[in-house]
């Protein structure tokens, strides 16, 4: 009795300890919350997840445009000032038009691709026949430049050498941005050479077949002035390495 009598007697010390810490901490996140919520609520969904990375993308393409413009004033200013330099800059020049670091504009050919409107009449198909898929678009690109194309862009982002067109779903990943269908190709070069290539690729076949069968959206004309932006993303490449 005497050793249960000892622990009441403790218990009854601990209980005026342990109100106390809780009393202070209770009292601390009060404070630093300043009356909100400790835990703000999180949008853990992938949705959001997508919409926060591009709202992150944005913000530091934003960055990324206003430091090229501070880039450009200066490296134009050295090459008033140093003789070295502009020697340098015209043996530049010449290479980023090829490379797609201007902007052009001419003549050529666009084509828009875009998914089904919906279940065709009186039939039930496979959901994944009324998207464009990414084989679709890269039909479309590959012919674009095999007919002959000087420069071209995808959703109004350039196409260069290092370019990759990624689906994920109905969307697409390009120059680390998320774009939605219709998705508009616009190639500047030879329109009647480009025309040729698209209608002979078993690619963009299939996939004129299925825009006649599901639905799917296909357009292609010749247009007079086509503008295509300058590539503004990173030209390094970047891959990955043995680990040690």
């Known amino acids: 009795m005497s050793d249960h009598g000892a622990a009441q007697r403790r218990w009854r010390a601990l209980v005026p300890v342990i109100c106390l810490v809780a009393g202070l901490g209770f009292a601390i996140s009060v404070r630093d919350s300043n ?50 330099v502009a020697r340098a ?45 990414q084989s679709d678009l890269q039909a479309v690109v590959n012919a674009l430049w095999a007919g002959g194309a000087e420069a071209m862009s995808i959703a109004g982002q350039r196409v260069i050498a290092t370019s990759a067109v ?34 002979s690729s078993p690619g963009v076949k299939l996939f004129r077949e299925a825009a006649e069968f599901y639905g799917l959206g296909y357009t292609v004309g010749r247009q007079s002035d086509l503008q295509v932006p300058a590539y503004s993303g990173s030209i390094s490449l970047n891959y990955a390495r043995a680990g040690r």
Request: neutral net charge.
């Open 35 to 84: 009356g909100q919520d400790v835990r703000a609520p999180v949008d853990v969904t992938l949705a959001g997840t997508v919409r926060s990375a591009e709202d992150r993308v944005h913000r530091l393409d934003g960055q990324v445009r206003q430091l090229q413009a501070v880039v450009n004033r200066l490296t134009k200013q050295a090459g008033q000032d140093d003789s070295a």
């Open 166 to 199: 990624r689906c994920v779903g109905n969307t697409l990943l390009l120059n680390g941005e998320v774009f939605s269908p219709p998705f508009r190709v616009a190639a500047i070069g030879p329109s009647a050479t480009m025309l040729e290539k698209l209608a």
């Open 89 to 133: 800059q015209a043996k530049v020049t010449p290479r980023l038009a090829p490379a797609g670091l201007t902007a052009v504009h001419g003549p050529g050919v666009e084509v828009v691709l875009d998914d089904a409107g919906g279940q065709p009449p009186g039939a039930q198909v496979d959901p994944n026949q009324l998207v464009v898929h």
